[in-house]
């Protein structure tokens, strides 16, 4: 998530106001080998989406954990920007980055049955 959400201010007697924020925003990060056929695929994603702010932000992006119940969907989810890519003696991952909207949803820890 990018923002709180709640945020408080306490009066001169001590007393608190809360006040909630809508605001779902969140960050994603996919990290992949180098090697990865994924990176083409997201980067062939990347640049056609870049060409038009109408094929802009149009991502949907899925995270479940089904052992614990968890389930993270991402939607309106917008590259970032390009990665940054590193040549070195040993191999590195290539990290993309997405800004989008979060609905979150939290198991209870246990397997479905």
């Known amino acids: 998530m990018v923002e709180d959400k709640n945020s408080m201010v ?11 924020h809508a605001g779902k ?13 994924v990176n083409y ?7 056609y ?16 954990n089904p052992v614990r119940g968890d389930s993270i969907t991402v939607s309106q989810a ?10 070195a003696k040993d191999g590195n991952t290539v990290e993309w ?3 989008g909207v979060s609905d979150t949803i939290l198991g209870i820890g246990t397997p479905a049955i």
């Open 10 to 20: 306490i009066g001169a007697d001590g007393s608190v106001m809360h006040s909630l």
């Open 25 to 37: 925003g969140c960050t994603v990060t996919i990290r992949l080998l180098k090697t990865s056929p």
């Open 41 to 47: 695929q997201l980067m062939s994603l990347f640049n």
């Open 49 to 64: 989406q870049t060409t038009s702010s109408a094929n802009h932000g149009q991502n949907t992006i899925s995270i479940r």
């Open 78 to 87: 917008a590259f970032k920007k390009q990665p940054d890519l590193s040549y």
């Open 97 to 99: 980055g997405f800004d």
